[in-house]
């Protein structure tokens, strides 16, 4: 009778935790589903009552004063598009004084045809502040020019002005029939349209998709890296579609880099006299800073037919290190051109290859990892990673490299019984890559001085090959480099009126502590940003703010996933684990110096130029070596929930990026 009492409270026990398993999945899911809603009731309905704007002038910096009996005239030509409102800013002293109308009126040019005007109180219009006016009817206009007149009746009092910009290009603001520089701060807005909405939608089912099939993947009990490859590529997709190409720092001269090697591979002439890359297809737009008008500017005509040009990508400089950098980049690139696709087209294909390279290199590093494989999953996962790796920064190519020597070494150290001289090429070819790429991550392949002597076949065969593969990384890729920092340090050109010192090698050694205390500085203004900025919390160029609790979420999964659980066999002893923290403070105080040198203005107080996201190559080496030890030990796996919870957070993301994006 005990003994099947016994059974039924293990039975119920295993129900009762399948039980909270649905309900915390179910739970999550209506979760989300708010969400979803909230964010398309908030922000997605909104931003598709406008369409993209046609004309937008937005500086503040001058305001033309409006009298009675002065009209303000602005000629406006629009190109093509549906025109439903017209947006101006006025400013306001002191609203208590003021009284009387102001008029506002658009014409068609060519035969001063009224088509529509709007009067209002002056008292209600909002001081230094857009004010909106809405066409009863859509405008449809084909290089069509419209003039638009302000004025104000006898009855205004108080001081109300237009504003307007002399940098505003623009040769048809007037007052009365006296021309004025510039152009007025406004906006002429499109038609409204669905194209967010599409957008929208489309993310939404992808991320569906994918939360649906990593639970099929976490119910079947799939590998890790089986799991990873699925949430990979369908964030990653999504990432694809709500970042327009360009979005990342320094995306456009990335971009214009990958696609002149690209142009090289076709034997086409692949910059102009200026340095700038050369198109070949009409109808690239990037997007530096993104808003709803550039989703509509990418996706309304991502199915126009190709048509062919020769026009350089101005202000995009391209970068010439050969093939390695931006290899899957312009593989991809380099295929849309052969099938003579449109830009659209070449620009997400270049994407599409990065983040397919970006998934099966990491997937296959998580395959080799002994132990901490939900490190890597996690570290690949953060939305900063997954911007890179979506994009056409070498960052991209960079981390998926670099995870991939991670893996391999941990394999070769703590899994592989014998290392072969294959192994040892391996880690030489990959230790030139990514030395090529960024030097100050020479360091990552230094883990195999962990290699046990006793494993290795060949040893001094193996030696040769490590110290042949470190000469050529170091010498051959950076000796034009070393002997520019011997010799004094980078300068640069500043708007020709001469250079700027840079702090140089010699003053480094010459002045240690001076340069201890630039890096305590640094640390102690920056730290913060560099946290933040390396989990993801700011995206694009670093406008794109995710809350930090987001990010900090992330940090801590990336933390628990790196400790040991009970049935783990494989220790790293604690002089191991000191060498990984070793290595991991050289390459943070590499990078340091290395922009000391590149980027710091002799005399500055900080290091400036660096970013959170040049210390993801080895944050997973850091989390292991914090953390896996014998002191903190999980009873059983959590990675499940691990996968899990990365699926929210990831959701979350993406919400919170649409939002940001569209309302602009």
């Known amino acids: 009778m005990f003994r099947e009492e016994k059974d039924a409270v293990l039975n119920w026990g295993k129900h009762s935790k399948k039980i909270l398993g649905f309900i915390l999945i179910v739970g999550s899911l209506l979760m989300l589903i708010a969400t979803s809603l909230y964010t398309y009731k908030e922000s997605i309905v909104p931003s598709s009552v406008e369409g993209k704007n046609l004309i937008g002038w937005t500086e503040n910096d001058n305001e033309i004063i409006l009298v009675h009996g002065e009209t303000i005239s602005q000629e406006i030509c629009i190109v093509d598009g549906d025109i439903s409102r017209i947006k101006l800013c006025f400013r306001k002293k ?236 312009i593989l991809g690139i380099t295929l849309a051109r052969i099938l003579s ?106 883990m195999c001085l962990l290699i046990n002597g006793a494993k290795c076949i060949r040893k001094k065969t193996s030696c040769l090959i490590v110290a042949l593969a470190g000469i050529i990384s170091i010498g051959a890729t950076q000796l034009s480099r070393i002997i520019g920092i011997l010799n004094g340090g980078n300068t640069i050109g500043v708007g020709g009126k001469g250079e700027i010192s840079h702090y140089t090698l010699s003053y480094i050694v010459k002045n240690p502590l001076k340069t201890l205390w630039i890096f305590y500085s640094t640390l102690e203004e920056k730290i913060d940003f560099y946290f933040s900025s390396m989990l993801g919390a700011n995206l694009g160029w670093l406008d794109i703010q995710i809350p930090i609790v987001i990010a900090i979420g992330f940090f801590l999964l990336i933390l628990l996933s790196a400790i040991k659980t009970e049935k783990d066999v494989l220790l790293i002893d604690s002089s191991q684990r000191v060498f990984y923290i070793a290595i991991c403070i050289l390459m943070f105080f590499a990078i340091l110096t290395v922009l000391m040198l590149d980027y710091t203005q002799l005399g500055g107080k900080v290091v400036e130029g660096v970013q959170g996201r040049y210390f993801l190559p080895f944050l997973p080496i850091f989390a292991i070596g914090i953390m896996r030890n014998n002191t903190v030990v999980l009873k059983k796996s959590l990675n499940d929930f691990m996968i899990w919870s990365s699926m929210m957070l990831q959701f979350y993301v993406v919400q919170h990026i649409i939002r940001r994006i569209v309302m602009r």
């Open 94 to 329: 002191d609203s208590k004084k003021y009284s009387g109308n102001i008029k506002i009126s658009i014409y068609k040019k060519e035969n001063n045809e009224l088509i529509q005007s709007w009067e209002n109180q002056i008292r209600d219009l909002p001081a230094d502040a857009i004010s909106t006016f809405e066409l009863k009817k859509p405008l449809k206009s084909m290089n069509e020019s419209y003039l638009l007149k302000i004025n104000v009746n006898e009855a205004a009092s108080g001081n109300i002005s237009v504003v307007y910009s002399e940098k505003n290009n623009s040769l048809g603001l007037k007052k009365n029939e006296t021309y004025i520089k510039g152009g007025l701060n406004l906006y002429i807005v499109a038609q409204g349209n669905n194209i967010i909405k599409k957008i929208y939608v489309c993310c939404l089912m992808l991320l569906f998709s994918t939360l649906g099939l990593g639970i099929w993947g976490i119910i079947k009990r799939f590998r890790i890296e089986n799991i990873f490859l699925i949430m990979i590529l369908g964030i990653g997709l999504t990432y694809i579609l709500i970042f327009p190409t360009g979005t990342v720092p320094d995306g456009r001269t990335h971009f214009a880099s990958a696609y002149s090697e690209s142009s090289k591979l076709l034997g086409l002439e692949n910059i102009d006299s200026n340095g700038n890359a050369i198109l070949y297809e009409e109808g690239y737009s990037l997007h530096t800073h993104p808003d709803k008008s550039s989703y509509i500017d990418l996706y309304e005509d991502w199915d126009a037919p190709n048509t062919h040009t020769e026009e350089s990508l101005k202000a995009a400089s391209v970068i010439n290190r050969g093939l390695i950098f931006y290899l899957p980049q």
């Open 341 to 446: 696709l449109n830009a659209f087209s070449v620009m997400i294909f270049g994407r599409v290859f990065s983040l397919l390279t970006y998934a099966f290199v990491i997937r296959y590093a998580i395959k080799l990892m002994p132990f901490g494989k939900m490190v890597i999953y996690l570290t690949s996962l953060l939305p900063m990673t997954l911007e890179l790796g979506t994009s056409y920064s070498y960052d991209s190519f960079l981390i998926a490299l670099s995870f991939l020597t991670i893996g391999y070494n941990f394999h070769l150290i703590y899994s592989k019984e014998k290392v072969q001289t294959a192994d040892w090429l391996i880690l030489s070819f990959l230790s030139i890559v990514l030395s090529v790429i960024k030097v100050v991550y020479i360091f990552i392949p230094m």
